[in-house]
């Protein structure tokens, strides 16, 4: 069993096809996502046009109701900070969401299940299962 918190690249690729997330887990790991993933689901649910907004909504819906959501907590708080600082230092910016992401994981010790290496690739203490 594996603690991993899905990033939305591979919630988005798993509305498009059904196997992307059954190749990257199985049934007894424990999975959760970043409350900024959550975030990111709802706001493609809003940008979408009419005529995807009722699937995509229901697919959201379907996520937000059965993978738990991990809080932007003091000790997530801590390890963002790290994780800022280390990319700063080292003149390799990442995106402010994906950070987010990697300190969740940190944080509450999950592996990072991201279709998109690159965002995660050398972050101090981020695992990644791409």
Same mark, same amino acid.
């Not at 995509?56 to 003091?74: K, Q």
């Not at 950070?99 to 690739?121: E, K, N, W, Y």
């Given at each position: 069993?594996?603690?991993?918190?899905?990033?939305?690249?591979?919630?988005?690729?798993?509305?498009?096809?059904?196997?992307?997330?059954?190749?990257?887990?199985?049934?007894?790991?424990? @999975?959760?996502?970043?409350?900024?993933?959550a975030a990111e689901l709802l706001v493609g649910v809003n940008l979408a046009d009419g005529?995807?907004?009722?699937?995509?909504?229901?697919? @959201?819906?379907? @996520?937000?109701? !059965?993978?738990?959501?991990?809080?932007?907590?003091?000790?997530?708080?801590?390890?963002?900070?790290?994780?800022?600082?280390?990319?700063?230092?080292?003149?390799?910016?990442?995106?402010?969401?994906?950070?987010?992401?990697?300190? !969740?994981?940190?944080? !509450?010790?999950?592996?990072? @299940?991201? !279709?998109?290496?690159?965002?995660?690739?050398?972050?101090?203490?981020?695992?990644?299962?791409?």
């Amino acid at each position: 069993m594996a603690r991993l918190i899905l990033d939305s690249s591979v919630l988005i690729a798993s509305e498009r096809s059904s196997r992307t997330l059954d190749r990257l887990m199985s049934d007894d790991d424990d @999975v959760a996502i970043a409350a900024i993933t959550a975030a990111e689901l709802l706001v493609g649910v809003n940008l979408a046009d009419g005529r995807h907004r009722d699937r995509r909504s229901a697919f @959201v819906r379907s @996520v937000l109701e !059965t993978i738990p959501v991990e809080n932007y907590d003091l000790a997530v708080a801590q390890a963002h900070a790290d994780l800022l600082a280390a990319v700063k230092k080292a003149g390799q910016p990442r995106g402010a969401h994906d950070l987010i992401i990697g300190a !969740t994981a940190v944080a !509450t010790h999950r592996i990072v @299940v991201s !279709t998109d290496r690159r965002a995660f690739a050398e972050l101090p203490g981020v695992q990644l299962r791409a």
